[in-house]
């Protein structure tokens, strides 16, 4: 399963194709619809997501409510389309009173981006490298999520700091399974804490007062997974390096860490790894889960956790030095309208990147192309490792 996204933030619509999904996997609009809306909410966001109310229109791939096995496409709507439909036309000319983007934001793709394509208006650049691409990427990936549900797997995320506000947490790798998605969702940061979510509400309001931005950290949990999968005979088929891959691939990750990540480089080896456990029910199992879920690349079967930590938005409102590209003079970066914090919906764009990377290692392992006959493969495989 695979796919790809098309649209620019400002343009007609956002597309995401998904190519190698199962037949016979039911799909609700509903659920779709839902992870677009936890994407656009959270403290801090910026006004663009008074404008628009994204929801998916599938057009193709589905039957019925049920995957074809043919390529299932989503279309997102921008509705603030209707206020640059000259200013991102196809094929009509520029408007005269266009005003070309040429004070380009630190850290943000918008100046090694012009240099790379050779634009004078990095608007050529940031309306794609804009994170309203993350959209798209949602809808995608809410097809593997259907997929992961259908096979008993649940991916979530909290948010676990904001700037120097943190959740307080003695032992995540024991609790994050525990957290409750209703918590979560209810904290208008992510963050299932009401003491943490108030603190961390605070320090993006002394940011916004300040003409500053807030980056964080944040965790991805997927419970319910076979153990397995992934692969140990080439980098590439390591899920370590897979979920890795998909995870600084959401614009401003900045790190990412398995289990006891950076930590474990401190510790003796007898307080890093998981002594090996039987259950005569389960099968072999883990005293802890230090690992974070994985181990040689491969899922143990205990719960994968993983946490980003995600820099502050490159858009100030007390911005930074930058050269204005025509004068080559020293000015200001560009001041758009932006977020001071995405923390909360990066989470969700980590949670749709890890579900689309767990899917596939599922499809990997029990076959592509009906669910039946990948439930019925799926069962065996948990009949065999039981009584190994
Ligand atoms: C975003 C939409 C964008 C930005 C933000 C994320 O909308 P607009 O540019 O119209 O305000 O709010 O994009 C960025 C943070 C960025 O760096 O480009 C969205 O839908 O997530």
Redesign the pocket.
């Given at each position: 399963m695979r796919y790809l996204t098309a649209g620019e933030?400002?343009g007609p619509e956002l597309t995401a194709i998904v190519e190698g999904v199962p037949a016979g996997l039911k799909i609700s609009e509903k659920h779709i619809n839902a992870d677009l809306k936890r994407?656009?909410s959270g403290y801090g966001?910026?006004?663009?997501?008074s404008i628009?109310a994204d929801a998916a229109r599938v057009t193709s791939g589905v039957r019925f409510g049920k995957t074809l096995g043919s390529p299932v496409t989503l279309v997102i709507e921008n509705r603030?389309w209707a206020n640059w439909s000259e200013r991102m036309a196809a094929f009509e000319s520029a408007p005269r009173t266009l005003k070309r983007e040429v004070t380009p934001r630190p850290g943000?793709a918008d100046l090694v981006g012009a240099v790379k394509i050779g634009t004078e208006d990095c608007r050529d650049v940031?309306e794609r490298?804009?994170?309203?691409s993350?959209?798209s990427l949602v809808a995608a990936a809410s097809i593997a999520r259907e997929f992961l549900a259908d096979v008993g797997v649940e991916v979530f995320s909290y948010v676990s700091s904001i700037g120097d506000a943190r959740l307080g947490e003695d032992d995540p790798l024991l609790s994050a399974p525990d957290y409750k998605p209703l918590d979560i969702e209810m904290s208008e940061v992510r963050c299932p804490d009401a003491e943490a979510t108030r603190a961390m509400k605070r320090a993006i309001d002394d940011a916004a007062a300040a003409g500053e931005s807030l980056g964080g950290t944040f965790r991805v949990v997927a419970l319910g997974l076979v153990p397995g999968l992934g692969g140990y005979s080439q980098p590439e088929s390591r899920l370590t390096s897979q979920i890795g891959a998909a995870l600084f691939g959401i614009?401003a990750i900045k790190g990412v860490e398995f289990g006891l990540g950076f930590g474990a480089a401190e510790l003796v080896g007898s307080r890093v790894h998981d002594a090996i456990e039987l259950d005569r029910g389960r099968g072999f199992t883990r005293s802890s889960n230090r690992a974070g879920g994985l181990e040689g690349g491969m899922t143990t079967g205990l719960p994968l956790i993983v946490t980003c930590a995600m820099k502050p938005?490159?858009?100030l409102g007390h911005a930074l030095g930058t050269i204005d590209l025509d004068t080559l003079e020293p000015t200001e970066a560009s001041r758009?309208?932006?977020?001071v914090c995405?923390v909360p919906?990066a989470a969700v764009v980590a949670e749709a990147q890890v579900a689309f990377v767990l899917a596939n290692a599922y499809l990997d392992k029990f076959g592509r192309d009906d669910m039946r006959d990948i439930r019925s493969a799926i069962k065996s495989y948990r009949q065999r490792i039981r009584t190994m």
């Open positions: 933030s400002h994407r656009q966001r910026g006004a663009r997501q628009e603030d943000h940031l490298a804009s994170a309203r993350t959209a614009p938005i490159p858009t758009e309208r932006s977020d995405a919906a």
